[in-house]
């Protein structure tokens, strides 16, 4: 079992930056891939980025790549999306989830959740 607890969401004005955390509890923490979602309203949860155990591998959706940065401390049980140049439509909850699988893009296979950080970026 893994709880996962989101924090750093916050309001923002467009081009500045913002650091999510979210910490894990549970001794196995080192053996799931972590992934970050979103969800703005009235849309459906998108993928945002995406790690494996050991956080050497990481993959981005495209409308993030090269402003977000997943990464991860296993010895803090701790991953974190450090998201720059923020834009008015990267307005969303942000949700991390934990999965068996190395790491995966696919809301369905992430085993379990965080309740979210609410991320507002201002024109």
């Known amino acids: 079992q893994v709880q996962l607890v989101e924090s750093g969401g916050g309001l923002v004005q467009a081009g500045g930056s913002l650091r999510l955390s979210c910490a894990a509890s549970g001794r196995t923490f080192n053996t799931y891939g972590m992934g970050w979602f979103r969800q703005a309203p009235g849309k459906e949860r998108e993928f945002v980025a995406a790690?494996?155990?050991?956080?050497?591998?990481?993959t981005y959706a495209d409308f993030v790549k090269g402003r977000f940065t997943l990464s991860r401390d296993n010895a803090k049980n701790t991953v974190y999306l450090q998201m720059n140049s923020l834009k008015p439509e990267d307005t969303a909850v942000y949700y991390c989830a934990a999965t068996r699988f190395y790491f995966t893009v696919r809301a369905g296979q992430y085993d379990y959740w965080g309740q979210g950080t609410q991320v507002t970026v201002s024109s």
């Open positions: 790690t494996n155990w050991s956080g050497d591998s990481t």
